[in-house]
């Protein structure tokens, strides 16, 4: 029988299932009350001013809110590139069984990738994409990690300035959709132009002109990599090597079976999340300040949840959809995200949300940075943060998220320190397991909280946001926010009784895997 590790701590089961209920009913009742709102509120809503909705499916018979860009633009994308990752897929497969050779292989993922390029964009958009791996690969030959990073910091600042600007987008002579999916896939390139300069700089030997435009070949297959060039997520360069490099594996049953199913799992998630936006309208609700600011706390904070989950559930489908490609392809991709609703911790988030962005941060920033002491894990993280409020964009409310975010994580950092040193000092003889937990969970309450409240930043802008930092702190009364506390505490309960669970099996598969060996 599988032992518990020893940090972790078991509850009664009623005690848990009364956590679950409590959370699973404040959700779906704080849910309903957005509906019962913004049914109400856009059902006469005739001043349409921001082309917020359209039409939705017709056996539905209601209308649908399309406010949000990116889901607006994503999902036809996606329909639109599949056909292509398809014929990359199969054509790729089949080169792997033939001849697995991969300068092939890179040679024909860059075709189709700039093929595609050229199709969607034309020639000088096309090109614009070309820069960002020639510039790494520049560096590379240069053998210096310090300049390699100033010198990709500096892009950082012109890409967000063609981000912004009108006049770049004219020059280009892109509409509005081409334009921002080309944003999308500029940023997603230059996090792979990093991984590929900082990874090759160790190993670089080549000495002729042959050498480098093999390896300028390799990296353009690599930035320019079809399934994730444009949606992400990212996959380091290590990784997406040793996927060129393995041997081919013939599609058994199952693993078509696992790849299609799961096709079909995030394109079933595509669909419900496109349905709810038939009877939610959330999204919409960013452009309506003055009414949010009306919302009584069950449909003001289910607004919150809504937007929170809404944006879990775009990254699951996109997410899932490329990271299942770059798999079938046997190139290891990051997991999909965990589900906001059941993570309570900063860090979790963090290194759960967005697998890919928090491998890059640990490997090229963070560890690099030695943090052995305390201040220099403060120093490391400073960093980090600074990097993500450049790669986001350096905007008033990413600034906000970004802060909010390191200040979250610091304190958790320094809660567990005392946490740790309080249990371990003063409290073992006379605080169980058991209540430590509690204890544990009713102090990451408000920190969950704040978590939430910075989210709110990043998805809806710096107005609502403000909102719900103010009613959070100060404007609600001390009532509806001990209720909220409660609820989160919950919560806090749900997601570490997950986490425990989740750990536990892993062990049991370890233990599996280890008796089979012997």
């Known amino acids: 029988m599988t032992k518990l590790p020893q940090q972790f701590s078991k509850l009664p089961i009623w005690e848990i299932s009364f956590y679950a209920l409590v959370w699973t009913a404040a959700v779906f009742y704080s849910i309903y009350s957005v509906y019962l709102v913004t049914n109400d ?13 359209e039409i939705g499916w017709s056996f539905i018979q209601r209308k649908i809110d399309i406010s949000d860009e990116e889901w607006r633009m994503w999902i036809p994308f996606i329909f639109k590139l599949s056909p292509w990752v398809l014929v990359q897929v199969l054509i790729s497969q089949q080169m792997k069984l033939l001849f697995h050779n991969t300068e092939i292989l890179c040679l024909w993922y860059s075709f189709v990738s700039i093929a595609f390029l050229l199709y969607y964009f034309g020639l000088t958009t096309t090109f614009c994409t070309l820069l960002l791996p020639l510039t790494s690969c520049l560096l590379t030959v240069l053998k210096s990690k310090a300049l390699s990073w100033i010198v990709h910091c500096i892009t950082l600042f012109f890409i967000y300035h063609a981000r912004t600007s009108k006049l770049f987008q004219d020059w280009i002579q892109l509409h509005d959709e081409q334009f921002f999916m080309l944003s999308s896939a500029i940023c997603w390139i230059q996090l792979r132009s990093i991984s590929y300069s900082i ?9 002729n002109i042959f050498g480098f435009m093999k390896d300028l070949l390799q990296n353009i297959a690599y ?4 399934p994730t060039l444009f949606l992400g997520p990212v996959i380091l360069y290590e990784q997406f090597t040793h996927g060129l490099k ?4 013939r599609w058994t049953k199952t693993k078509t079976i696992k790849i299609l199913g799961n096709i079909a799992r995030y394109l079933f998630w595509m669909f419900f999340t496109h349905l709810s936006m038939h009877f939610i309208y959330f999204n919409a609700l960013k452009y309506q300040p003055m009414f949010v600011e009306t919302l009584q706390p ?14 879990f559930n775009k990254y699951v489908v996109v997410y899932g959809l490329t990271c299942t490609v770059s798999r079938a392809e046997d190139i290891d991709a990051p997991p999909p995200p ?3 609703g059941r993570i309570h911790l900063y860090s979790d988030m963090w290194k759960y949300f967005d697998n890919g962005l928090y491998k890059f941060l640990l490997r090229y920033i963070y560890i690099p940075l030695n943090p052995m002491s305390d201040c220099r894990k403060f120093v490391a993280s400073i960093i980090c943060f600074i990097f993500i409020y450049f790669w986001h964009g350096m905007q008033y409310f990413i600034f906000i998220w970004s802060f909010l975010n390191f200040s979250g994580i610091l304190i958790e950092m320094i809660a567990k320190s005392l946490s740790s040193y309080f ?4 409290l073992r003889d006379s605080l169980s397991l058991s209540f430590k937990r509690r204890l544990e969970c009713a102090l990451a309450s408000p920190l969950l909280a704040l978590s939430a409240v910075s989210n709110f930043y990043f998805v809806a802008g710096k107005e609502i946001g403000h909102m719900f930092a103010l009613r959070t702190a100060i404007q609600d009364s001390w009532e509806i926010r001990i209720l909220m506390l409660f609820i989160l505490y919950c919560s806090c ?6 986490k425990q669970f989740e750990h536990v099996n892993i062990i049991r598969r370890k233990e599996v895997r280890g008796l089979k060996k012997d």
Do not use: H
């Open 223 to 226: 930035c320019l990599y079809l």
């Open 199 to 207: 990874d090759s700089i160790v190993t670089y030997n080549r000495i």
């Open 493 to 498: 309960q749900v997601s570490t009784e997950i």
């Open 338 to 340: 965990k589900c906001i």
């Open 246 to 249: 393995k041997p081919f594996t």
């Open 423 to 426: 249990y371990k000092s003063i």
């Open 298 to 311: 069950w449909a003001f904070y289910g607004y919150g949840y809504c937007m929170g989950q809404y944006f």
């Open 41 to 53: 509120y856009f059902n006469d809503y005739f001043d349409d001013a921001y082309n917020d909705f």
